[in-house]
């Protein structure tokens, strides 16, 4: 028998095996991406402030009237902490931000549904909302203390307007961006109203709404550093406006250093919150 018969007659060299695909968050060699996540990343840039606060304040090389010590505000929030100050004005600031995050976050998401499902709804609120945007809520502050008065109302609602102004805009522009093959395959399978918007709508609106609430737990807190400032008897704002009248300086970058921990901490939250929901994901962040 011929060779040529042998080769005819013999199987097919089976295809080699594809490659095997990467775990999420690592990257094969050579692949374009951030590479692999580092171990408490998100610590690293805070910690490395601190050892730099520390060496410069150790050195000399700043004004310990304009900035203390790091050991100098850490025996300062002690203090803060043994009287109980720093728990009772943290309390009434997280109580505060957390109403006006939640209206600002019920607004904004009605909001964007409406006009994101209708254009009718589109031709009446984006406008409105755009040029909210372009004024910022502090703008605002005169204004509302006109209409609302000086006390916890109109505090609540300056939070509630730097809320809702992301939570539309990101939500809105997720609403826009689904793909029109999920309503034409939505149109296909009869898909009634509310279930399209259960099962396509709000799945694919969700990426935007969490970046929205990135953004939205940010401009929280820095309403709140102002709104508290405002004839306020209480809060971490109103404790640093006190300190500055008597020029304690600690006890300003204490307060400093809360809020700054409470935008790390919150932002981590949701950050959290997002890789749990959309996990179905691939992307580089891994």
Same mark, same amino acid.
């Given at each position: 028998?011929?060779?040529?018969?042998?080769?005819?007659?013999?199987?097919?060299?089976?295809?080699?095996?594809?490659?095997?695909a990467a775990r999420p968050g690592r990257s094969r060699r050579g692949r374009?991406?951030?590479?692999?996540?580092?171990?408490?990343?998100?610590?690293?840039?805070?910690?490395?402030?601190?050892?730099?606060?520390?060496?410069? %304040?150790?050195?000399?090389?700043?004004? &310990?009237?304009?900035?203390?010590?790091?050991?100098? +505000?850490?025996?300062?929030?002690?203090?803060?902490?043994?009287?109980?100050?720093?728990? %009772?004005?943290?309390?009434?600031?997280?109580?505060?931000?957390?109403?006006?995050?939640?209206?600002?976050?019920?607004?904004?998401?009605?909001?964007?549904? &409406?006009?994101?499902?209708?254009?009718?709804?589109?031709? &009446?609120?984006?406008?409105?909302?755009?040029?909210?945007?372009?004024?910022?809520?502090?703008?605002?502050?005169?204004?509302?203390?006109?209409?609302?008065?000086?006390?916890?109302?109109?505090?609540?609602?300056?939070?509630?307007?730097?809320?809702?102004?992301?939570?539309?805009?990101?939500?809105?522009?997720?609403?826009?961006? +689904?793909?029109?093959?999920?309503?034409?395959?939505?149109?296909?399978?009869?898909?009634?109203?509310?279930?399209?918007?259960?099962?396509?709508?709000?799945?694919?609106?969700?990426?935007?709404?969490?970046?929205?609430?990135?953004?939205?737990?940010?401009?929280?807190?820095?309403?709140?550093?102002?709104?508290?400032?405002?004839?306020?008897?209480?809060?971490?704002?109103?404790m640093m406006e006190l300190a500055r009248t008597y020029g304690q300086t600690?006890?300003?970058?204490?307060?400093?250093?809360?809020?700054?921990?409470?935008?790390?901490?919150?932002?981590?939250?949701?950050?959290?919150?997002?890789?749990?929901?959309?996990?179905?994901?691939?992307?580089?962040?891994?």
């Amino acid at each position: 028998m011929s060779a040529t018969t042998l080769d005819e007659q013999a199987p097919p060299t089976a295809p080699p095996p594809a490659p095997a695909a990467a775990r999420p968050g690592r990257s094969r060699r050579g692949r374009p991406g951030p590479g692999r996540p580092v171990p408490y990343g998100w610590a690293i840039g805070p910690v490395l402030l601190l050892v730099l606060w520390a060496a410069g %304040s150790g050195l000399g090389l700043f004004d &310990v009237r304009s900035l203390p010590t790091p050991w100098t +505000i850490a025996g300062t929030a002690g203090d803060l902490v043994d009287s109980g100050k720093l728990q %009772s004005h943290l309390g009434t600031s997280a109580q505060r931000a957390l109403l006006g995050l939640l209206f600002g976050v019920a607004a904004g998401l009605v909001l964007a549904l &409406v006009s994101g499902l209708s254009r009718v709804g589109e031709a &009446v609120i984006d406008g409105p909302v755009q040029i909210k945007r372009s004024i910022p809520s502090l703008a605002l502050i005169p204004l509302l203390i006109l209409w609302f008065g000086i006390g916890e109302t109109m505090k609540v609602v300056t939070i509630a307007l730097g809320v809702l102004v992301p939570v539309y805009i990101h939500t809105h522009n997720g609403l826009r961006t +689904i793909d029109s093959r999920y309503a034409e395959l939505a149109e296909t399978v009869r898909l009634g109203r509310f279930a399209f918007v259960r099962h396509v709508v709000l799945p694919g609106a969700l990426p935007g709404f969490l970046l929205g609430m990135r953004f939205a737990v940010t401009s929280a807190w820095l309403a709140l550093v102002v709104v508290e400032q405002v004839n306020a008897t209480s809060g971490i704002g109103y404790m640093m406006e006190l300190a500055r009248t008597y020029g304690q300086t600690d006890v300003i970058i204490v307060g400093l250093v809360v809020y700054g921990l409470l935008g790390l901490a919150s932002d981590a939250l949701v950050r959290l919150v997002e890789r749990r929901a959309l996990s179905w994901r691939r992307t580089l962040a891994g």
